[in-house]
């Protein structure tokens, strides 16, 4: 067992810019500073896949690539890794490039830390590393991302167990269980607005209860749509990772693969989609998302053939990939 986070040193002095950087230390087991775990199984076939992901990956700043690019904001690269390699010791390096920006942070020792981005199996197998981040933050911004079924994020724990406590459960309750029990609440509430018009409640039951019931009911009816909304966003984006890493998707496609995977219909024919379509990107051609778009607008093969299977012509696909820029 290795102690300590998945941010890593970059051990350089005042003036000095590292040429090299490790993504991962010797596994097998590998332990984050905020107790979560993975494995590191096959260093070789992590560092395969992870050169295959892109021919050169990316070094933001403070995961601004997660948190900043969704919402339309500025994530520029502080540095660019490649030749992802296995030590002697099991630990994973690779080249790096610095930019202007990231020469000026690291020579400054403005960051000393590095993070790494990777995708796990549901079993915490660690995959393939598809980018990094400098930070000084160990604890808060450390991020792995699932290729299946992503973890929740522990604020969505928080407020999950908020609900059931509103609603009078345990915290180990289900969310089939809490969902039940605001059905009842609203079936009551329903029933007893219906006999409110011939009969007045309050010689029955004080005003003030039922108001605080239909309150009660309808803020963690709320409360629950926003939490399944955040997890359908989380597992359709990882479904698209998925397909992106196994050459099925091209990265430049993947904000209209997001948008379609953006109902639980969307992602359900998505993964439906991609469980019978085969490797079409070629090991070197990919295009890291966000590329500047070329002059043409007609669509390529992938996303003729995804456009078909998902019931889009190819003008209104051309028009929701416009939407979705």
């Known amino acids: 067992m290795i102690p300590g986070s998945l941010f890593l040193p970059l051990d350089n002095k005042q003036g000095e810019i590292p040429d090299r950087i490790q993504l991962l230390?010797?596994?097998?087991?590998?332990?984050?500073?905020?107790g979560r775990k993975w494995i590191l199984k096959d260093g070789k076939a992590v560092a395969a896949a992870?050169?295959?992901?892109?021919?050169?990956?990316?070094?933001?700043e403070n995961h601004s690539v997660d948190h900043k690019a969704p919402r339309g904001e500025s994530s520029p690269a502080f540095g660019w890794f490649s030749n992802i390699k296995v030590e002697a010791n099991g630990s994973i390096w690779a080249d790096v490039d610095w930019t202007e920006k990231g020469r000026a942070a690291v020579s400054g020792q403005e960051y000393r830390y590095l993070s790494p981005v990777f995708l796990h199996n549901p079993q915490g197998e660690i995959t393939t590393i598809i980018?990094?981040?400098?930070?000084?933050n160990p604890n808060l911004d450390i991020k792995s991302l699932n290729n299946q079924?992503?973890?929740?994020?522990?604020?969505?724990?928080?407020?999950?167990?908020?609900?059931?406590?509103?609603?009078?459960?345990p915290e180990t309750a289900t969310e089939d269980e809490a969902l039940a029990v605001i059905l009842a609440?609203?079936?009551?509430?329903?029933?007893a607005q219906l006999k409110e018009k011939a009969i007045d409640l309050v010689a029955y039951a004080p005003r003030a209860d039922l108001t605080a019931m239909q309150t009660r009911a309808e803020t963690a009816e709320k409360e629950l749509a926003a939490l399944n909304a955040s997890k359908l966003k989380a597992e359709g984006e990882a479904a698209v990772e998925q397909a992106i890493v196994e050459r099925k998707n091209a990265p430049a496609s993947k904000a209209e693969y997001v948008a379609l995977c953006s109902?639980?219909?969307?992602?359900?024919?998505?993964?439906?989609?991609?469980?019978?379509?085969?490797?079409?990107?070629?090991?070197?051609?990919?295009?890291?998302?966000?590329?500047?778009?070329?002059?043409?607008?007609?669509?390529?093969?992938?996303?003729?053939?995804?456009?078909?299977?998902?019931?889009?012509?190819?003008?209104?696909?051309?028009?929701?990939?416009?939407?979705?820029?």
């Open 25 to 34: 230390p010797p596994g097998p087991q590998i332990e984050g500073r905020d």
């Open 50 to 60: 992870s050169n295959a992901y892109l021919p050169n990956q990316s070094i933001d």
């Open 131 to 136: 980018r990094a981040a400098l930070s000084n």
């Open 149 to 169: 079924e992503p973890a929740q994020p522990a604020k969505e724990q928080k407020d999950m167990k908020s609900i059931l406590a509103a609603l009078g459960l």
């Open 185 to 191: 609440l609203k079936t009551n509430l329903n029933a």
């Open 263 to 325: 109902t639980q219909e969307g992602l359900d024919s998505f993964r439906k989609i991609m469980a019978s379509t085969p490797a079409i990107i070629g090991e070197t051609s990919q295009v890291p998302a966000g590329s500047p778009p070329g002059t043409s607008t007609a669509l390529n093969a992938e996303e003729i053939t995804m456009a078909k299977a998902m019931g889009y012509s190819e003008e209104e696909w051309k028009k929701l990939k416009e939407v979705t820029k």
